[in-house]
């Protein structure tokens, strides 16, 4: 059994590998390693080196390090602790070490804001220098922005305007809008100013009365707008506010096209690319076309940005996951990790397989977690808090699950979501999704020793299993959808002195908690 469980440990100075005989990782032992799902997918490890803790070592803390069972690699991290210790098994170096999404990703601070809703006077600065903007009033809330000519007399060509200035090193790509003209029986245009062109931006010039919708890609990348209003006659116009310009609704964007996940994912990577992190590869982000309008998170570890962006699923109403694999999984390898970010693995098919004898515990359906009629909180454009239920949209219930189970509602009443409607929504209808039907709860974590079977009963070393991968329970009842009873495993911890896998099954996802924790 021993030959199933061979591990190599490998300690890199960049991407010089240390020698295994002069820094005694040939002689590691107590090595301990974990994985973790959705969001990892390497967890904490650590092992223990018998060594001369007196004299000088080649291993240092932040040196990666990369294991392997025989070719296969089963864990990637770098170390962030080394403890010296003397006690009845003699002299030794205890190192322990983080995986990349712990150590890097959520260490690796992101300045980049996507797609910014902001409409307050903190991002649209009034010009108080332009020639009429002491005639005009400006109305600025978070919904919409307005310019209200005053009660006095305006030349043609006299304007007053509202400015937005980028973050530093970025560009406005695009933006979109709703727009109200009313101009009575006089001349009045609103339009937008594009700093880098000089010039007004095609597409946006309004003059005449009504509504619409603008959505404009900049021929012009720019690092500043200007919202115009502007007099196109002498004229005076009548003091009950009836004559404005407003814009509401406004999206800028730093990007040109979509923003969603995939999108999110690849500038990450664009990101930590150069600061020298991640691998350039982009093959393992997968395709999710989930709109993610407002997605304004401008400072945040790569980390939190990218698990707040798999939070809300897909349009299909899916989980997905994200993380880093190991760096020799990259199409051209540089010691880099590779980030994902993929659907949850559908549990219509399976990876291990072990029996109700095999795995030593007891599996119950929890009829109490059961969600049928999801009540969610969200944000206005305003910032107000409101609610939506199933009374006011039917795709936030499951007529069958409450025929069945009666009506049960989220814990705490309600899914409280710091984001729009529409996004707010979708994450409600994921969340329905995952949990209408009764969910399967483990007494315990299952261990195996050795090996684990594979779906095509070969024998699979216990040191390469990992989170993320589905575990069938065979002669056992199936589940509600008749596919068997199948679980995600959402961790493991493998221990190489007696070669077992503990493994973690059935314990309900709480994707807001798990992100707010990051």
């Not at 969001?39 to 291993?59: A, E, K, N």
């Not at 072990?354 to 969600?371: F, K, L, P, T």
Request: glycine share 8%.
């Amino acid at each position: 059994m021993m030959e199933l469980n061979s591990l190599d440990i490998i300690v890199y100075n960049g991407t010089t590998e240390l020698d295994r005989f002069l820094v005694g990782t040939n002689t590691a032992d107590s090595i301990s390693i974990e994985t973790q799902y959705p969001f990892g997918l390497y967890g904490p490890c650590s092992f223990r080196v018998p060594r001369d803790i007196l004299s000088s070592w080649g291993i240092r803390g932040a040196n990666r390090i990369s294991i392997f069972n025989g070719i296969v690699p089963i864990y990637e991290g770098r170390i962030t602790n080394l403890k010296n210790a003397v006690d009845s098994a003699g002299a030794s170096a205890l190192v322990e070490c983080a995986g990349m999404w712990g150590d890097l990703l959520n260490r690796a601070y992101i300045d980049g804001m996507w797609v910014d809703t902001r409409m307050d006077q903190a991002n649209w600065h009034p010009q108080l220098w332009m020639n009429a903007s002491s005639k005009v009033t400006w109305e600025q809330q978070d919904a919409r922005l307005r310019i209200t000519p005053k009660n006095v007399a305006f030349l043609n060509t006299e304007f007053a305007s509202l400015r937005y200035d980028v973050q530093a090193g970025k560009t406005i790509k695009r933006i979109t809008y709703d727009y109200d003209l009313q101009e009575g029986a006089q001349q009045w245009t609103i339009k937008i100013w594009n700093g880098a062109l000089g010039n007004i931006e095609p597409g946006t010039t309004i003059a005449a009365t009504g509504t619409g919708s603008i959505d404009v890609t900049l021929g012009t990348a720019t690092t500043w707008l200007e919202l115009i209003f502007e007099s196109n006659a002498n004229q005076t116009p009548a003091a009950d506010g009836t004559i404005y310009g407003e814009w509401s609704n406004m999206c800028v964007y730093y990007e040109a096209g979509s923003i969603n996940l995939t999108e999110i994912a690849k500038d990450v990577v664009g990101y930590l690319v150069t600061d020298g992190i991640v691998n350039a590869d982009v093959s393992k982000i997968g395709t999710n076309s989930l709109a993610l309008v407002p997605f304004s998170i401008t400072t945040g570890t790569a980390a939190r940005i990218l698990a707040e962006a798999a939070k809300y699923g897909d349009s299909n109403y899916n989980r997905w996951a994200v993380g880093v694999k190991h760096s020799l999984y990259a199409q051209t390898p540089n010691g880099k990790p590779v980030i994902y970010a993929e659907q949850y693995p559908v549990l219509t098919d399976y990876d291990y397989v072990v029996s109700m004898e095999e795995a030593g515990i007891q599996v119950a359906q929890n009829y109490d977690a059961i969600v049928n009629w999801v009540v969610v909180e969200y944000k206005d454009p305003n910032g107000v808090t409101k609610r939506k239920d199933p009374d006011s949209d039917a795709t936030l219930t499951d007529a069958a699950s409450v025929a069945l189970y009666g009506k049960r509602l989220p814990p705490g009443g309600a899914l409280k979501v710091d984001t729009n409607e529409t996004l707010a929504l979708n994450f409600a209808r994921v969340y329905l999704a995952a949990n209408k039907l009764p969910q399967w709860t483990a007494s315990g974590p299952i261990h195996v020793k050795g090996f684990i079977r594979h779906k095509q009963q070969f024998r699979l070393p216990a040191s390469q299993i990992e989170a993320g991968k589905r575990l069938r329970i065979e002669n056992s009842l199936q589940d509600l959808s008749g596919s068997g009873l199948t679980f995600i495993i959402q961790k493991t911890r493998y221990n190489d002195d007696d070669e077992t896998c503990e493994i973690t099954i059935g314990v309900p996802d709480d994707l807001v908690t798990r992100v707010n924790r990051l």
